[in-house]
Nanobody, 117 residues
Framework: QVQLVESGGGLVQPGGSLRLSCAAS????????MGWYRQAPGKERELVAV???????NYADSVKGRFTISRDNAKNTVYLQMNSLKPEDTAVYYC???????????WGQGTQVTVSS
């Protein structure tokens, strides 16, 4: 089993920054992809950014150039640095771990990010 503990969400003004962290514990396999998804009010959950165990990344077009995903494999932790935040970034952000070999997905409880003046 895998447990994901998220932190770093909160309220920030437009143009501000936040850094989300997600620490994974439990049965973590080395071949995996970690990342962040978000769900805004009235919208479907969408990919924000993901990063594989070898550092390959994928970003949503809407966050390219503003968000940076990174990970610390030794700590099984993934980060999302969010800069130049916009009101459209307001959502619940969910950490995700995908065990690529087994096709297993694990989700965090979600952390609220609110961008508002």
């Amino acid at each position: 089993q895998v447990q994901l503990v998220e932190s770093g969400g909160g309220l920030v003004q437009p143009g501000g920054s936040l850094r989300l962290s997600c620490a994974a514990s439990g049965r973590i396999f080395s071949i995996n992809r970690m990342g962040w998804y978000r769900q805004a009010p009235g919208k479907e959950r969408e990919l924000v950014a993901v990063i594989s165990n070898v550092g390959r990344t994928n970003y949503a077009d809407s966050v390219k150039g503003r968000f940076t995903i990174s990970r610390d494999n030794a700590k099984n932790t993934v980060y999302l640095q969010m800069n130049s935040l916009k009101p459209e970034d307001t959502a619940v952000y969910y950490c995700n771990v995908n065990h690529l070999v087994r096709g297993e997905n694990y989700w965090g409880q979600g952390t609220q990010v609110t961008v508002s003046s």
